[in-house]
């Protein structure tokens, strides 16, 4: 595996970093800001920095919300300030995690001359600004060679009817390019007044963006003249950045984003926190909004040492099949390699199964090949595929914890003989999160992917319950769409093949796309 030599040092104590995430979609963040998130201690992240990102921290870093809305604020500025020195002074290293960039209208500025005032060393690394990425995924340039040879950034906060405003709306108008304000969706009305009174066209094209860049993107069009009343009758609202000029008029042409094919789909991806990372961007591609409930947690076994002995003992030849039933339990057997100081040369004197092409793929990540996988993904298959393999022989299969006994008596019933050892636990949340909760309980959720029957049985106890009607389910496999109609669910696609691409089509055929 190659390592890219991008994103700098890690971070340094006694250093903050003013950190931009850019506009909302994770992917849009640099290399710089993901190392430095990775080793940070300490992070201040606000309303609008990109929430998946946090995922890159340190177990053991303290993060704290810092967000602002237009008429609260979780700390004022100047606490903000504080807190920052402060926790750099006491040894931290403080990343302030900032949506966009720290340095356009993020008031990055003023928390970089308190560092200055207080003797703090800081360091900035500029982000995607919203201004230009949401108009883009919108299908709208900024600048355009005969529309618009400029843009302006602007910000919609101050009240355009005082006198004391320090935007000057009648340069504004005169300005021949692109208008970009941000945080002005609650001044629009008095915003596109001042423009027309001060000579600006009321036929003018006029867009705002919401949630630029997210799959929660949404899209308003109109003119000077009539925008206002469109917002106001859609209800849309902050966080939106207003495009003004004529480069609006290219967004039926170039618009891209919300044409993908699962755009303004919102889909619960119940997993566990890192399956729900891999399933999540895939849907996210798609235009999809994942919405992540963790139902289970994977953790480490309880006796590592037992499944070091039996993999010292698969490399001594004693076992004729490794036979590996999930993703997790790959990964677990190649931490406890790692931990043998030995690696996939181990395995040559055994072969190697896999319940389905997920596990397989997870196999092939780490350097081994799965010499058998049966057409269905089913521990059932998977021994009736074993024993069609040859004579009865002897097979090693590292499994979580609460692992259904149908492989193990199978193959013990055709003579072989298995030995079961405990590669990872699989432990229930106690809580599903109130969000996630509120949104299932308003409809907000279109589709339920379930890839597992664990999953689905822990969200029916958290939920208290199938989901409410109207409701689809998208499913994995044949087991996991049984455990689902055992509790009450209704199963709208079942996934062929057994993976995470087969879910997702499943997620497109639930949703009728």
């Not at 945080?183 to 007044?193: D, E, S, T």
């Not at 699989?426 to 299932?440: A, I, S, Y």
Request: charged share 20%; hydrophobic share 45%.
């Amino acid at each position: 595996m190659v390592t890219i030599p991008f994103g700098g040092p890690p971070a340094q104590p006694g250093t903050v970093y003013l950190v931009g995430g850019g506009p909302g979609d994770p992917g849009l963040m640099g290399l710089r800001a993901a190392r430095l998130l990775a080793s940070a201690t300490f992070v201040a992240y606000d309303r609008l920095s990109p929430p998946e990102a946090l995922a890159l921290c340190p177990a053991e870093a303290e993060q704290v919300y810092v967000g602002k809305l237009p008429d609260r604020h979780a700390l004022a500025q100047e606490e903000i300030n504080e807190l920052l020195v402060a926790r750099a002074r006491a040894g931290d290293a403080v990343v302030r995690f900032k949506g966009g960039d720290p340095f356009v209208l993020g008031r990055g500025s003023e928390e970089a001359s308190a560092c200055v005032a207080a003797g703090v060393a800081f360091e900035v690394v500029p982000g995607v600004t919203a201004g230009v990425a949401a108009p883009a995924y919108a299908g709208i340039p900024v600048t355009h060679r005969v529309m618009a040879p400029a843009f302006a950034v602007v910000t919609g906060h101050e009240d355009p009817t005082k006198p004391e405003a320090q935007v000057d709306y009648a340069a504004l108008a005169r300005f021949p390019g692109t208008l970009l304000l941000y945080m002005g969706v609650g001044r629009l009305r008095a915003i596109a007044a001042a423009l027309v009174a001060a000579g600006r066209e009321a036929t003018t094209p006029v867009a705002l963006v919401r949630w630029g860049t997210t799959p929660r993107q949404q899209t308003i069009s109109g003119t000077l003249g009539d925008i206002a009343e469109r917002v106001e009758s859609a209800g849309f609202t902050n966080p939106a950045i207003i495009v003004v000029g004529d480069v609006v008029g290219l967004r039926d042409e170039l618009s891209w984003f919300e044409r993908r094919p699962l755009y303004g789909l919102s889909v619960l991806v119940p997993r566990t926190r890192h399956q729900a990372g891999e399933l999540s961007e895939r849907l996210r591609v798609l235009g999809a909004e994942p919405v992540e409930a963790p139902t289970i947690a994977i953790q480490a076994s309880r006796t590592p040492q037992l499944l070091r002995a039996a993999l010292t003992d698969v490399g001594n030849g004693a076992y004729d099949w490794v036979a590996l039933t999930s993703a997790n339990g790959v990964a677990a057997v190649v931490e406890q390699l790692a931990e043998l100081g030995r690696d996939a040369r181990l395995f040559a004197p055994v072969r190697l199964a896999a319940v389905g092409p997920g596990t397989a793929e997870a196999l092939a990540a780490a350097g081994l090949r799965a010499e058998l996988v049966p057409p269905t993904a089913t521990t059932g298959e998977l021994a009736a595929a074993l024993v069609a393999s040859g004579p009865p022989a002897r097979a090693l299969l590292p499994r979580a914890d609460i692992a259904t006994p149908t492989l193990t008596e199978a193959l013990r019933s055709a003579g072989w003989r298995v030995d079961e050892v405990e590669a990872y636990r699989t432990v229930p949340v106690t809580e599903l999160d109130p969000g996630v909760r509120q949104r299932l309980e308003l409809g907000e959720i279109d589709v339920l992917a379930f890839a597992s029957s664990s999953t689905v049985r822990n969200f029916v106890d958290l939920f208290g319950g199938p989901p409410p009607a109207g409701t689809r389910v998208a499913s994995i496999g044949p087991v996991t769409s049984q455990t689902c109609r055992d509790l009450g669910l209704q199963v709208d696609a079942e996934a062929d093949p057994h993976d995470l691409d087969g879910l997702v089509a499943a997620v497109r055929s639930a949703a009728g796309r």
